[in-house]
């Protein structure tokens, strides 16, 4: 079964050869007679004309769409009127002389058809994975997604960096997602965790003097699902000694470049925005800020502070803000348009949205009566209201007020594309780095700070001595790079001193001194032997082949993903473990085999 060509290779300079193509039948048609096949690989198609009066052709009348057939003959030159533009092959036909059949399809669950295929539901598709990555769209994802890991490893191993491979089976850890755990057969009781990420491990290396490291690391989290979340997932994780944030930002940098220039042909521009969490946040209301369209959040807390506006003057007495942003062109939402982002609002902790509409040169809302002709004059300064204009104000923490701005303003975004008052252009690329985050975060349930990244973030070096008087206040060297308005991936410098790990553990994240001992101690007794300065990043793969692919799942770019529901319809997994692997492993369920 040696083939001669693949089904996109075959032109005009071919005509006269004997070719043998394999491939799967894509599509055939029944002439009077004479038999017309789309012969399909993983390249293109390929058209083949059997005549069953001449030639040893087999029972061709038998084939179905998707059978796999070989076939043996001579490429033609096709009538000038019949020649195809839209393939490759369009020019030519092969003359079957002899056909192989070596598989019958059975009668498909749907179509094949990209364009049909479409309103097929997610779970047919997911149970014939296999049939649904014969399209060549889904194909073409993978392949994308090849492109750019090769364009990723060429890139690393040419800045000196060496693959390793790290342990999936680890130990629980009291920080971070919810773990998958492996019971150990050879220690009863005890567990593993699948690793969440390889963090402990690449620092570890830089222990032990790589320098350089990085894997296409599988991570594992027990999380509820979505869109753009597996339960297993790749990473393109790395670490590297002796560096600085600078020095991270432009490998990051070269390496996306690389693989946007390799997978889809585009020259991105560097550097990137480097934009401080604060910013971010104050402008945007989202620390991974799409800045494709404006819409800016602006601060009123001092043109609104002692308004006649209770809800503002409140606010802004009790240490918080009153923040706004102009929805351009956006007056004519709805009601129910209105209902549904108040909704929105108000599950993110607000008490309500309030709102200016400019209207036929009038402004309209139920809080104007409040509002002082000099307050008006600064929103419409500010703001550059102009007619058809809308106006939502957060009152409240600063936290609060921007977390729910940057939601409207997203949702502002979709209405304004959706009814043509916004044009996002399709190719544009907006790549930045989110810097200088706070190192911690005071969490109210827990009553105890909790580490914005994770907790071997080292701190900024001038804020180091606030760790004892003002936690809140230091910042991290930790940093997100974000496209489009999704973050890729997120690092930071570590700490690599033994005394000042144990006191974030100890002093500023309350972690118990025997947990501190039972989950870390191996790596602080790792640091008391030349631990290096080292710092790295876990960029989000699957992410990046998804955008890189034009797609918002990740489901789309992965070869066997799992439904919402976390199950494998294709394999029907997970399954249930027999009363015999049970007792071997030592454990007992507690969930009715019945009911289950």
Same mark, same amino acid.
């Given at each position: 079964?040696?083939?001669?060509?693949?089904?996109?290779?075959?032109?005009?300079?071919?005509?006269?050869?004997?070719?043998?193509?394999?491939?799967?039948?894509?599509?055939?048609?029944?002439?009077?007679?004479?038999?017309?096949?789309?012969?399909?690989?993983? =390249?293109?198609?390929?058209?083949?004309?059997?005549?069953?009066?001449?030639?040893?052709?087999?029972?061709?009348?038998?084939?179905?769409?998707?059978?796999?057939? /070989?076939?043996?003959?001579?490429?033609?030159?096709?009538?000038?009127?019949?020649?195809?533009?839209?393939?490759?092959?369009?020019?030519?036909?092969?003359?079957?002389?002899?056909?192989?059949?070596?598989?019958?399809?059975?009668?498909?669950?749907?179509?094949?058809?990209?364009?049909? %295929?479409?309103?097929?539901?997610?779970?047919?598709?997911?149970?014939?994975? +296999?049939?649904?990555?014969?399209?060549?769209?889904?194909?073409?994802?993978?392949?994308?997604?090849?492109?750019?890991?090769?364009?990723?490893?060429?890139?690393?191993?040419?800045?000196?960096?060496?693959?390793?491979?790290?342990? +999936?089976?680890?130990?629980?850890?009291?920080?971070?997602?919810?773990?998958?755990?492996?019971?150990?057969?050879?220690?009863?009781?005890?567990?593993?965790?699948?690793?969440?990420?390889?963090?402990?491990?690449?620092?570890?290396?830089?222990?032990?003097?790589? =320098?350089?490291?990085?894997?296409?690391?599988?991570?594992?989290?027990? /999380?509820?699902?979505?869109?753009?979340?597996?339960?297993?997932?790749?990473? %393109?994780?790395? =670490?590297?000694?002796?560096?600085?944030?600078?020095?991270?930002?432009?490998?990051?940098?070269?390496?996306?470049?690389?693989?946007?220039?390799?997978?889809?042909?585009?020259?991105?521009?560097?550097?990137?925005?480097?934009?401080?969490?604060?910013?971010?946040?104050?402008?945007?209301?989202?620390?991974?800020?799409?800045?494709?369209?404006?819409?800016?959040?602006?601060?009123?807390?001092?043109?609104?502070?002692?308004?006649?506006?209770?809800?503002?003057?409140?606010?802004?007495?009790?240490?918080?803000?009153?923040?706004?942003?102009?929805?351009?062109?956006?007056?004519?939402?709805?009601?129910?348009?209105?209902?549904?982002?108040?909704?929105?609002?108000?599950?993110?902790?607000?008490?309500?949205?309030?709102?200016?509409?400019?209207?036929?040169?009038?402004?309209?809302?139920?809080?104007?009566?409040?509002?002082?002709?000099?307050?008006?004059?600064?929103?419409?300064? /500010?703001?550059?209201?102009?007619?058809?204009?809308?106006?939502?104000?957060?009152?409240? *923490?600063?936290?609060?007020?921007?977390?729910?701005?940057? #939601?409207?303003?997203?949702?502002?975004?979709?209405?304004?594309?959706?009814?043509?008052?916004?044009?996002?252009?399709?190719?544009?690329?907006?790549?930045?780095?989110?810097?200088?985050?706070?190192?911690?975060?005071?969490?109210?349930?827990?009553?105890?700070?909790?580490?914005?990244?994770?907790?071997?973030?080292?701190?900024?070096?001038?804020?180091?001595?606030?760790?004892?008087?003002?936690?809140?206040?230091?910042?991290?060297?930790?940093?997100?790079?974000?496209?489009?308005?999704?973050?890729?991936?997120?690092?930071?410098?570590?700490?690599?001193?033994?005394?000042?790990?144990? +006191? %974030?553990?100890?002093?500023?994240?309350?972690?118990?001194?025997?947990?501190?001992?039972?989950?870390?101690?191996?790596?602080? #007794?790792?640091?008391?032997?030349?631990?290096?300065?080292?710092?790295?990043?876990?960029?989000?793969?699957?992410?990046?082949?998804?955008?890189?692919?034009?797609?918002?799942?990740?489901?789309?770019?992965?070869?066997?993903?799992?439904?919402?529901?976390?199950?494998?319809?294709?394999?029907?997994?997970?399954?249930?473990?027999?009363?015999?692997?049970?007792?071997?492993?030592?454990?007992?369920? *507690?969930?009715?085999?019945?009911?289950?």
């Amino acid at each position: 079964m040696k083939r001669t060509h693949h089904c996109n290779e075959l032109t005009a300079k071919n005509v006269g050869e004997k070719v043998r193509l394999i491939g799967w039948v894509h599509a055939i048609r029944d002439h009077g007679g004479l038999f017309f096949i789309d012969l399909r690989d993983r =390249e293109g198609i390929t058209q083949l004309v059997c005549d069953p009066s001449s030639g040893n052709l087999g029972d061709v009348r038998s084939l179905r769409d998707e059978s796999v057939i /070989e076939a043996r003959g001579i490429v033609a030159a096709r009538p000038a009127d019949t020649a195809n533009g839209r393939i490759a092959t369009g020019e030519i036909e092969v003359t079957v002389e002899d056909l192989i059949i070596h598989n019958i399809c059975d009668v498909l669950p749907f179509p094949l058809t990209d364009g049909k %295929v479409d309103s097929v539901g997610e779970d047919l598709r997911l149970t014939y994975r +296999y049939l649904d990555l014969r399209r060549p769209k889904s194909f073409q994802r993978l392949r994308i997604r090849h492109s750019a890991m090769c364009a990723t490893r060429n890139y690393l191993n040419g800045a000196g960096f060496l693959e390793i491979e790290t342990p +999936y089976l680890f130990k629980t850890t009291p920080e971070g997602a919810r773990e998958f755990l492996v019971p150990s057969r050879l220690n009863p009781g005890a567990m593993y965790a699948l690793a969440q990420s390889p963090q402990q491990y690449k620092q570890m290396l830089m222990v032990a003097g790589v =320098e350089r490291y990085y894997s296409f690391a599988r991570c594992f989290r027990d /999380e509820d699902l979505r869109a753009d979340r597996q339960l297993e997932f790749t990473q %393109v994780d790395l =670490e590297m000694s002796f560096v600085d944030r600078g020095d991270m930002y432009a490998l990051v940098e070269g390496m996306l470049k690389a693989i946007w220039k390799e997978a889809r042909g585009i020259d991105i521009e560097t550097p990137f925005i480097r934009l401080p969490f604060e910013d971010a946040m104050s402008r945007f209301g989202s620390d991974k800020p799409d800045t494709r369209f404006a819409m800016e959040i602006h601060d009123f807390s001092n043109a609104l502070g002692k308004s006649d506006f209770k809800v503002f003057s409140s606010a802004v007495a009790a240490g918080g803000c009153v923040k706004a942003f102009n929805g351009k062109g956006l007056a004519e939402i709805s009601q129910g348009e209105m209902n549904s982002l108040e909704t929105v609002a108000r599950a993110l902790g607000a008490k309500g949205l309030a709102y200016i509409k400019v209207e036929n040169g009038q402004w309209k809302s139920p809080i104007l009566k409040f509002l002082s002709n000099r307050e008006k004059a600064a929103l419409a300064e /500010e703001l550059a209201m102009e007619d058809g204009d809308i106006v939502f104000f957060a009152a409240d *923490t600063w936290e609060r007020a921007c977390a729910v701005l940057g #939601r409207i303003r997203l949702e502002c975004r979709d209405l304004a594309v959706a009814k043509g008052k916004m044009t996002i252009a399709p190719d544009a690329l907006n790549f930045l780095w989110v810097v200088d985050f706070p190192l911690m975060t005071f969490d109210e349930e827990q009553g105890r700070f909790v580490a914005t990244h994770h907790p071997f973030t080292a701190p900024v070096p001038e804020d180091i001595d606030l760790l004892k008087t003002n936690p809140q206040a230091v910042r991290g060297q930790h940093y997100d790079i974000v496209l489009n308005g999704t973050e890729l991936g997120g690092g930071s410098m570590r700490i690599h001193q033994p005394q000042l790990q144990e +006191y %974030v553990f100890k002093e500023i994240l309350k972690i118990p001194e025997n947990l501190v001992s039972d989950r870390f101690g191996y790596m602080l #007794r790792a640091f008391r032997f030349g631990a290096p300065p080292h710092g790295g990043i876990a960029l989000g793969f699957d992410r990046i082949a998804a955008l890189l692919c034009g797609t918002t799942s990740i489901r789309d770019v992965i070869a066997f993903p799992k439904t919402q529901r976390g199950i494998d319809l294709m394999a029907q997994a997970p399954c249930k473990a027999s009363e015999r692997q049970l007792r071997e492993l030592h454990i007992k369920t *507690t969930v009715d085999a019945a009911n289950a």
